[in-house]
């Protein structure tokens, strides 16, 4: 049974930072791509970040480059987005999400959530002083 989950989120003040975890279980051999999304309060979900399992490429939102980095450790399927300098803005819910068989190649491929067919449950991020 494929799962993904997250872990990590939390209350920080900004310009500080929180690292987010996503545990795959369940995709054996088989090659997927993990995206990291967010929606705040009002408004639509979008794509974060992306990384794939068969190579080292990562793709991120304009706003969040040079702030946010993606990594993954393979041996233990987890996915890490390590999130500095926070602003009040990226106040929001973070998910984690799977495509199977998918190697992202773009950031449109990366925020199109139609390509990933397992979800986490979300952590909650809070910027604010």
């Known amino acids: 049974q494929y799962q993904v989950v997250e872990s990590g989120g939390g209350l920080v003040q900004p310009g500080g930072s929180l690292r987010l975890s996503c545990a795959a279980s369940?995709?054996?051999?088989?090659?997927?791509?993990i995206g990291w999304f967010r929606q705040a309060p009002g408004k639509e979900r979008e794509g974060v970040s992306c990384i794939n399992s068969n190579d080292d490429n990562t793709y991120y939102k304009d706003s969040v480059k040079g702030r946010f980095t993606i990594s993954k450790d393979s041996a233990k399927n987890t996915v890490y987005l390590q999130m500095n300098s926070l602003k009040p803005e990226d106040t929001a819910v973070y998910y984690c999400?799977?495509?199977?068989?998918?190697?992202?190649?773009?950031?449109?491929?990366?925020?199109?959530?139609?390509?990933?067919?397992?979800w986490g449950q979300g952590t909650q991020v809070t910027v604010s002083s």
């Open positions: 369940g995709f054996a051999s088989n090659y997927y791509a």
């Open positions: 999400a799977a495509a199977t068989l998918v190697t992202i190649r773009s950031m449109s491929l990366c925020r199109d959530a139609g390509i990933y067919n397992y």
